[in-house]
Antibody, heavy 122, light 109 residues
Framework: EVQLLESGGGLVQPGGSLRLSCAAS????????MSWVRQAPGMGLEWVSG????????YYADSVKGRFTISRDNSKNTLYLQMHSLRAEDTALYYC???????????????WGQGTLVTGSS | EIVMTQSPATLSVSPGERATLSCRAS??????LAWYQHKPGQAPRLLIY???TRAIGIPARFIGSGSGTEFTLTISSLQSEDFAVYYC???????????FGQGTKLEIK
């Protein structure tokens, strides 16, 4: 059974940093691209960042480029999102999501975690 | 960036009836269109990808159709567990993770 378990969310002041983690199990982690997708309160879904199965290529939404860094440790089956210079508009529930196809990032997410909440506070 | 627009924002339907949800893209996305179901407190669930291919374990009552810029998700004979928010997503080009519509809330009439 595929499982994705996010952690690391919390309350953070504007300009602060936070690192999210996503522990994966039930599939060959290194064979699938992974992404972070967020949902701000009362809003829809927004893709944030993605990384290929090998970790060699990363992608970012314009809204987070230069502030967030996605990475993965395939030996630990874990995905990360390092967030810096956090803004009020980054407040959201952050989901990690598994790419349905092998290796590359196509944008079809067949499994999602339950999410971890990042809240900006002044 | 391709903008996805879903209609209606809220749809009220009785159990056992058919629901039709619409999704429009600001430019052609070919057949690179997916649908997700999202219930409060749960992980989103992939229903359809490639416009009409059901994901593993998705019942046949979920039917996707369309092409280019106009897409439809039809749920025939609604079950109680189908009441949720539904998102369409295009994954044709930039950004690589796609863009989502604002969602349609399917509620019990």
């Amino acid at each position: 059974e595929v499982q994705l378990l996010e952690s690391g969310g919390g309350l953070v002041q504007p300009g602060g940093s936070l690192r999210l983690s996503c522990a994966a199990s039930g599939f060959t982690f290194s064979s699938h691209a992974m992404s972070w997708v967020r949902q701000a309160p009362g809003m829809g879904l927004e893709w944030v960042s993605g990384i290929t199965g090998s970790g060699s290529t990363t992608y970012y939404a314009d809204s987070v480029k230069g502030r967030f860094t996605i990475s993965r440790d395939n030996s630990k089956n874990t995905l990360y999102l390092q967030m810096h210079s956090l803004r009020a508009e980054d407040t959201a529930l952050y989901y990690c999501a598994k790419e349905e196809r092998l290796n590359a990032l196509y944008g079809v997410f067949d499994y999602w975690g339950q999410g971890t909440l990042v809240t900006g506070s002044s | 960036e391709i903008v996805m627009t879903q209609s209606p924002a809220t749809l009220s339907v009785s159990p056992g009836e058919r629901a039709t949800l619409s999704c429009r893209a600001s430019q052609s996305v070919s057949s690179n269109l997916a649908w997700y179901q999202h219930k409060p407190g749960q992980a989103p669930r992939l229903l359809i990808y490639g416009t009409s291919t059901r994901a593993i374990g998705i019942p046949a009552r979920f039917i996707g159709s369309g092409s280019g810029t106009e897409f439809t998700l039809t749920i025939s004979s609604l079950q109680s567990e189908d009441f949720a928010v539904y998102y369409c997503q295009q994954y044709n080009g930039w950004p690589p993770g796609g863009t989502f519509g604002q969602g349609t809330k399917l509620e019990i009439k």
